[in-house]
Protein backbone atom coordinates (compact mmCIF):
# COMPACT_ATOMS: atom_id res chain seq x y z
CA UNK A 1 0.00 0.00 0.00
CA UNK A 2 1.01 3.11 -0.94
CA UNK A 3 1.31 5.96 1.92
CA UNK A 4 1.21 9.46 1.11
CA UNK A 5 4.19 11.78 1.86
CA UNK A 6 3.38 13.74 5.22
CA UNK A 7 3.31 17.14 3.55
CA UNK A 8 0.38 15.61 1.92
CA UNK A 9 -1.16 14.02 4.60
CA UNK A 10 -1.13 17.58 6.58
CA UNK A 11 -2.50 19.46 3.49
CA UNK A 12 -6.39 18.46 4.16
CA UNK A 13 -6.39 19.33 7.74
CA UNK A 14 -5.97 22.78 7.63
CA UNK A 15 -4.45 23.60 10.11
CA UNK A 16 -1.89 26.33 11.11
CA UNK A 17 1.78 24.50 10.11
CA UNK A 18 5.01 25.69 11.85
CA UNK A 19 8.35 23.23 10.00
CA UNK A 20 11.51 24.70 11.42
CA UNK A 21 14.63 22.33 9.67
CA UNK A 22 18.09 23.46 10.34
CA UNK A 23 20.26 23.83 7.13
CA UNK A 24 22.85 21.18 8.27
CA UNK A 25 20.55 18.37 8.90
CA UNK A 26 22.21 15.63 8.17
CA UNK A 27 18.81 12.74 8.74
CA UNK A 28 16.87 14.37 6.80
CA UNK A 29 17.65 16.70 3.57
CA UNK A 30 17.48 20.49 4.40
CA UNK A 31 15.56 20.36 0.92
CA UNK A 32 12.54 18.73 1.65
CA UNK A 33 11.96 21.29 3.69
CA UNK A 34 10.51 22.98 0.20
CA UNK A 35 7.63 19.67 0.46
CA UNK A 36 5.85 21.19 3.44
CA UNK A 37 5.08 24.54 1.21
CA UNK A 38 2.20 22.36 -0.27
CA UNK A 39 0.70 22.84 3.08
CA UNK A 40 -1.76 25.82 2.69
CA UNK A 41 -0.34 28.64 5.24
CA UNK A 42 2.38 26.39 6.58
CA UNK A 43 5.34 28.68 7.59
CA UNK A 44 8.98 27.14 6.91
CA UNK A 45 11.90 27.81 8.24
CA UNK A 46 15.33 26.96 7.73
CA UNK A 47 17.98 27.61 10.84
CA UNK A 48 21.47 28.44 9.80
CA UNK A 49 23.86 26.24 11.29
CA UNK A 50 21.72 23.91 12.63
CA UNK A 51 21.46 20.13 12.62
CA UNK A 52 18.65 17.24 13.34
CA UNK A 53 17.87 19.03 16.58
CA UNK A 54 17.91 23.04 16.65
CA UNK A 55 15.61 22.67 19.59
CA UNK A 56 18.87 21.74 21.21
CA UNK A 57 21.20 23.46 19.29
CA UNK A 58 19.99 26.80 18.78
CA UNK A 59 17.15 26.75 21.32
CA UNK A 60 16.61 30.71 21.43
CA UNK A 61 16.10 30.83 17.76
CA UNK A 62 13.97 28.17 17.74
CA UNK A 63 11.45 29.24 20.70
CA UNK A 64 11.13 32.64 19.34
CA UNK A 65 9.91 30.80 15.87
CA UNK A 66 7.71 28.91 18.42
CA UNK A 67 6.32 31.86 20.69
CA UNK A 68 5.47 33.86 17.47
CA UNK A 69 4.21 31.54 15.58
CA UNK A 70 1.72 30.25 18.77
CA UNK A 71 0.75 33.99 19.00
CA UNK A 72 -0.15 34.31 15.66
CA UNK A 73 -2.83 31.25 16.23
CA UNK A 74 -4.06 31.69 19.75
CA UNK A 75 -7.45 31.28 20.47
CA UNK A 76 -9.13 33.98 22.41
CA UNK A 77 -11.86 33.67 25.49
CA UNK A 78 -13.17 36.59 24.48
Same mark, same amino acid.
Given at each position: ? /??? !?? =? &?? %??? %??? =? ?5 ? /?? &? ?5 ? @??? /??? !? ?6 ? %???? !? ?6 ? &? =? @? ?6 ? !? ?8 ? &?
Amino acid at each position: M /DEQ !AL =P &DR %LAV %LGK =PLQVIFG /DE &DRRWRPS @SAA /DYR !AVPGARVE %LLAG !AGHTPIME &D =P @SHTAALLL !AFTARHAVRA &D
